[in-house]
């Protein structure tokens, strides 16, 4: 009876690991072809897509690819400048508008939570068509404060700052700073945005990451090629320009990628916590 | 003192919540609201400044119900979502029963972890066209493989095919999905409390049944969950069929997003149309969101329910005689 049991457990390892092995190869292949084949160059391709040693034609690549539209450095900055400014002012303005919820009695609080929560999954696709006449209309196409000022009212990161708030916001706290004659203001910044750290830091690693990788509302409003984000500069990657330099393609986009693979293996554990609190979803 | 501070502290909860209350108003309500008005006026073209109401103001939605292109997308959604939902939940099942097995204890989860949600995070945009050029024809890396390993004998062109297109879609969905789905349920079996399963291997239980009887009841919410944001994050798939294959081959691949995009903003613009098209997409999305809202809200209430029990004895026995 025990040694049936051993062998059932040795069994169930030898399953377990091999298919998670299974996995863990199907979720870093592609990125592994992609950089190999970055540093192939074109005829290589050609001979045989498929291979796991990196070859000399890096330099090449990137010159085919620079001598075209596509501008890596321009949509990275772009990109940053527009997921930089979203982020602070999703975790920012969540903050404050949790601390409203949760810090104070007012007659509105529950309607107004509830209302929150109704509209949190409400995607960008459904007003597009009314947010890009509007932005039209007052000039705000090609303007990277139409994709920023939107994200002060993030009802997910609301949400999510909320429930951090009521678990580990102490009131007394507050109370306290009053009795020392604090403005309400100031001790939301200097006391509680402290407290709020560690939900913040999560929420800004995902405001991030999704406002990084949007495509939807950049692709509608930024019309110009110095106004490209970097998913807006990827897809020139599919355009006939790029048809058969299969080298330059790969190149492409392994800078595109880059920058998240970095990010993600210097924070992927804060970032396997973040998705397990069930605070976001991309 | 107490009455000014109930009256004076209030006013802050208004004050702190103006600019998400303003920013919300400008650029998320007047926008849906300026997009159902829109779906009832002739307003189309680049350029155009001017529309009007049209005669029967339900025209755009009439024909946009009738478009075949919009049928057609309404049900490549739903076969895209359908091929991806399934192996991605059972998936994340299986790898949620090894992950928390009581019995044999895995290593190297956090690291597995780490590796399966990785997909999820990268730009989708790119992820799109890494796999339009992994299985291009007739030289791509997917043909290589499937020659290297004998599964073929001649390079297959999977992009041209609508079964094989729909199906690459499918699976990016499926690959992007599964370790986040994975996270989320496995966060759920930890909240579940240890004495159940203690009980439980008392009197017996075989791991398989400890999942079945004590593991997936007490998944059902987060379970709901996980389909309800699954669907319509389905609804709004935008990205990869866009950048994959602009929604071909043949409309293969296009989803109500990707439809939406295409009469508003190629062609002849027919904002009217994409509005109304914005509008049928809200008010399925709306559906949807209604019942997961009804379910977030009711766990709330569960909680708050178990606090009165606590503290008021009289309050608990009326609230048992509520749910008989």
Same mark, same amino acid.
């Given at each position: 009876?025990?040694?049936?049991?051993?062998?059932?457990?040795?069994?169930?390892?030898?399953?377990?690991? %091999?298919?998670? $092995?299974?996995?863990?190869?199907?979720?870093? @292949?592609?990125?592994?072809?992609?950089f190999?084949?970055?540093t192939?160059?074109?005829?290589?391709?050609q001979?045989?897509? @498929?291979?796991f040693?990196?070859?000399?034609y890096?330099?090449?690549?990137i010159?085919?690819?620079?001598?075209?539209?596509?501008?890596?450095?321009?949509?990275? $900055?772009n990109?940053? $400048?527009?997921?930089? %400014?979203?982020t602070?002012?999703?975790?920012?303005?969540?903050?404050?508008?949790?601390?409203?919820?949760?810090?104070?009695?007012?007659?509105?609080r529950?309607?107004?939570?509830?209302?929150?929560?109704?509209?949190?999954?409400?995607?960008?696709?459904?007003?597009?068509?009314?947010?890009?006449?509007?932005?039209?209309?007052?000039?705000?196409?090609?303007?990277?404060?139409?994709? $920023?000022?939107?994200?002060?009212?993030?009802?997910?990161?609301?949400?999510?700052?909320r429930?951090?708030?009521?678990?580990?916001?102490?009131?007394?706290?507050?109370?306290?700073?009053r009795?020392?004659?604090? /403005?309400?203001?100031?001790?939301?910044?200097?006391?509680?945005?402290?407290?709020?750290?560690?939900?913040m830091?999560?929420?800004?690693?995902?405001?991030?990451?999704?406002?990084?990788?949007?495509?939807?509302?950049?692709?509608i409003?930024?019309?110009?090629?110095?106004?490209?984000?970097?998913?807006?500069?990827?897809?020139?990657?599919?355009?006939?320009?790029?048809?058969?330099?299969? /080298?330059?393609?790969?190149? /492409?986009?392994?800078?595109?990628?880059l920058?998240?693979?970095?990010i993600?293996?210097?924070?992927?554990?804060?970032i396997?916590? /973040?998705?397990?609190?069930?605070?976001?979803?991309? | 003192?107490?009455?000014?501070?109930?009256?004076?502290?209030?006013?802050?909860?208004?004050?702190?919540?103006?600019?998400?209350?303003?920013?919300?108003?400008?650029?998320?309500?007047?926008?849906?609201?300026?997009?159902?008005?829109?779906?009832?006026?002739?307003?189309?073209?680049?350029?155009?400044?001017?529309?009007?109401?049209?005669?029967?103001?339900f025209?755009?939605?009439?024909?946009?119900?009738?478009?075949?292109?919009?049928?057609?997308? #309404?049900?490549?959604?739903?076969?895209i979502?359908?091929?991806?939902f399934?192996?991605?939940?059972?998936?994340?099942?299986?790898?949620?029963?090894?992950?928390?097995?009581?019995?044999?204890? #895995?290593?190297?989860k956090?690291?597995?972890?780490?590796?399966?949600? #990785?997909?999820?995070?990268?730009?989708?945009?790119?992820?799109?066209?890494?796999?339009?050029?992994?299985?291009?024809?007739?030289?791509?890396?997917?043909?290589?493989?499937?020659?290297?390993?004998g599964?073929?004998?001649?390079?297959?062109?999977?992009?041209?095919?609508?079964?094989?297109?729909?199906?690459?879609?499918?699976?990016?969905?499926?690959?992007?999905?599964?370790?986040?789905?994975?996270?989320?349920?496995?966060?759920?079996?930890?909240?579940?409390?240890p004495?159940?399963?203690?009980?439980?291997?008392?009197?017996?239980?075989?791991g398989l049944?400890?999942?079945?009887?004590?593991? #997936?009841?007490?998944?059902?919410?987060?379970?709901?969950?996980?389909?309800?944001t699954?669907?319509?994050?389905?609804?709004?798939?935008?990205?990869?069929?866009?950048?994959?294959?602009?929604?071909?081959?043949?409309?293969?691949?296009?989803?109500?997003?990707?439809?939406?995009?295409?009469?508003?903003?190629?062609?002849?613009?027919?904002?009217?149309?994409?509005?109304?098209?914005?509008?049928?997409?809200? +008010?399925?999305?709306?559906?949807?969101?209604?019942?997961?809202?009804?379910?977030?809200?009711?766990?709330?209430?569960?909680?708050?329910r178990?606090?009165?029990?606590?503290?008021?004895?009289?309050?608990?026995?009326?609230?048992?005689?509520?749910? +008989?």
């Amino acid at each position: 009876m025990k040694k049936n049991k051993k062998s059932q457990s040795v069994l169930f390892k030898v399953v377990a690991y %091999s298919v998670c $092995i299974l996995l863990v190869i199907l979720s870093i @292949l592609p990125f592994w072809i992609m950089f190999v084949n970055a540093t192939r160059s074109t005829f290589q391709i050609q001979q045989d897509a @498929l291979s796991f040693i990196p070859s000399k034609y890096l330099i090449s690549n990137i010159q085919i690819l620079l001598g075209k539209t596509f501008d890596p450095l321009r949509g990275l $900055i772009n990109s940053t $400048i527009i997921s930089a %400014s979203s982020t602070l002012c999703t975790i920012y303005f969540s903050a404050l508008t949790a601390y409203a919820l949760v810090a104070y009695n007012w007659k509105l609080r529950s309607p107004f939570f509830t209302f929150i929560m109704a509209v949190m999954m409400i995607p960008a696709q459904v007003s597009s068509i009314g947010f890009y006449q509007f932005m039209y209309k007052i000039g705000m196409t090609n303007n990277f404060l139409a994709l $920023i000022l939107p994200t002060i009212a993030t009802p997910a990161a609301v949400f999510f700052m909320r429930q951090f708030m009521l678990a580990s916001l102490p009131l007394e706290l507050v109370e306290a700073a009053r009795i020392d004659g604090a /403005g309400e203001f100031y001790t939301f910044n200097k006391i509680v945005l402290p407290i709020m750290k560690p939900a913040m830091a999560t929420q800004a690693i995902f405001s991030f990451v999704s406002s990084w990788n949007s495509l939807f509302l950049p692709l509608i409003l930024l019309t110009k090629s110095e106004k490209y984000t970097m998913p807006i500069m990827v897809s020139l990657l599919r355009g006939d320009i790029y048809k058969t330099e299969y /080298g330059a393609v790969y190149l /492409g986009l392994a800078l595109t990628v880059l920058p998240i693979f970095i990010i993600y293996f210097l924070l992927s554990k804060y970032i396997v916590e /973040g998705v397990a609190l069930g605070g976001v979803k991309g | 003192m107490k009455r000014k501070k109930g009256v004076s502290y209030a006013k802050y909860g208004y004050i702190f919540s103006i600019p998400f209350a303003v920013i919300f108003l400008i650029f998320s309500l007047y926008p849906i609201l300026y997009t159902a008005l829109l779906g009832f006026t002739d307003f189309k073209g680049l350029g155009t400044k001017s529309w009007h109401f049209l005669d029967n103001p339900f025209q755009n939605f009439i024909l946009i119900l009738n478009n075949d292109s919009f049928r057609q997308s #309404l049900s490549n959604t739903f076969i895209i979502w359908t091929a991806n939902f399934i192996p991605q939940i059972l998936l994340a099942l299986v790898l949620t029963a090894w992950f928390t097995s009581r019995r044999n204890k #895995l290593k190297g989860k956090g690291l597995f972890k780490v590796i399966f949600y #990785l997909p999820n995070i990268i730009t989708a945009a790119s992820i799109a066209i890494l796999f339009y050029s992994l299985f291009g024809y007739p030289v791509g890396p997917v043909n290589s493989l499937l020659i290297k390993l004998g599964l073929i004998d001649t390079p297959v062109y999977f992009l041209i095919n609508k079964a094989t297109a729909r199906g690459i879609v499918a699976f990016i969905q499926f690959w992007m999905w599964y370790g986040y789905t994975m996270i989320i349920l496995v966060s759920g079996v930890l909240g579940i409390s240890p004495d159940i399963y203690e009980a439980a291997e008392i009197d017996g239980t075989t791991g398989l049944q400890a999942f079945w009887y004590i593991t #997936l009841p007490n998944l059902k919410t987060i379970l709901l969950y996980v389909l309800i944001t699954s669907m319509i994050g389905g609804l709004n798939m935008y990205d990869i069929p866009k950048m994959f294959m602009q929604g071909g081959p043949d409309n293969a691949t296009l989803t109500t997003s990707v439809f939406i995009y295409n009469q508003a903003f190629s062609g002849s613009y027919l904002y009217n149309r994409a509005a109304a098209a914005s509008m049928i997409m809200f +008010l399925i999305i709306a559906f949807f969101s209604a019942i997961l809202f009804y379910l977030l809200r009711d766990k709330d209430a569960i909680e708050r329910r178990k606090e009165n029990k606590r503290m008021r004895k009289a309050y608990k026995e009326r609230q048992e005689a509520e749910k +008989l």
